[in-house]
């Protein structure tokens, strides 16, 4: 249901045919739709693409207000989104799959003399990445936890760190092969996929252990946006 009306809210976006102001309103409806069942707590990726749908459609109609409430509606999804992920790669794709989401919140400010706004859209794309990094980088639990369970953990964050590496490092080199070479480079890049999903299997059970004692504790920590103020 909510895939259908995002799609409808695209097919009405992208129409030639027709009255304009009709197809923005039917697209608008059709994304507004989608976002009652695509909540931030049921699914935030789902919810960043259509807020980025119903912010692009408000952008490219220069609805510059409409544009940003949109707009901040995804990134608040995409904090999220990478408050849940597991690991460091997943948590930098997200970024970089959004980062036009941020630029264009940044534009649509500017176009409503909204420089304060801007900056801070600007200071949470830039930071937010090494604040995380620092944020999480020796994360525990807050109470006593079984030594072995946490030294688990530890090893199983550090191993998935040293994969990650690896599958980067082989996707690099995947871009300047060529076809002969790209054949054991793909299955390198198989095997280390498989090993990264088992170690993050291994750890979702050690953090899963760990929660018993301590409900509150997550994989990550999510790091609040910076306020202009506190920039200044």
Same mark, same amino acid.
């Given at each position: 249901m909510a895939a259908t009306q995002n799609n409808l809210g695209i097919a009405y976006s992208d129409r030639?045919?027709?009255?304009?102001?009709?197809?923005?309103?039917?697209?608008?409806?059709?994304f507004q739709n989608a976002l009652q069942v695509r909540t931030l707590e049921a699914n935030p990726l789902d919810r960043l693409?259509?807020?980025?749908?119903?912010?692009?459609?408000?952008?490219?109609?220069?609805?510059?207000?409409?544009?940003t409430e949109s707009y901040e509606k995804a990134i608040k999804a995409v904090e999220v989104s990478r408050s849940w992920a597991t690991t460091d790669d997943r948590r930098q794709e997200i970024i970089?799959?959004?980062?036009?989401t941020y630029s264009k919140a940044i534009l649509a400010y500017i176009y409503t003399d909204r420089l304060d706004k801007a900056?801070?859209?600007?200071?949470?794309?830039?930071?937010?990445?090494?604040?995380?990094?620092l944020t999480n980088r020796d994360?525990?639990?807050?109470?006593?936890?079984?030594?072995?369970?946490?030294?688990?953990?530890?090893?199983?964050k550090q191993k998935i760190r040293v994969k990650e590496g690896e599958l980067q490092k082989v996707r690099q080199q995947l871009s300047? &092969?060529?076809?002969?070479q790209q054949s054991s480079l793909v299955e390198s890049e198989k095997h280390l996929q498989g090993?990264?999903?088992?170690?993050?299997? &291994?750890?979702?059970?050690?953090?899963?252990?760990?929660?018993?004692f301590d409900p509150t504790f997550r994989l990550t920590q999510e790091v609040q946006p910076m306020t202009f103020a506190e920039i200044e």
């Open positions: 030639i045919t027709g009255d304009k102001a009709e197809n923005i309103e039917s697209a608008i409806a059709a693409v259509t807020t980025c749908n119903l912010g692009n459609l408000y952008f490219d109609n220069e609805h510059w207000q409409l544009a970089k799959e959004n980062i036009g900056l801070e859209i600007a200071e949470r794309s830039q930071a937010r990445n090494l604040v995380e990094l994360l525990l639990p807050k109470v006593d936890v079984a030594p072995e369970i946490t030294e688990q953990f530890q090893q199983l300047g &092969q060529n076809l002969q090993k990264l999903q088992e170690l993050e299997q &291994q750890l979702e059970k050690v953090f899963n252990q760990i929660q018993k």
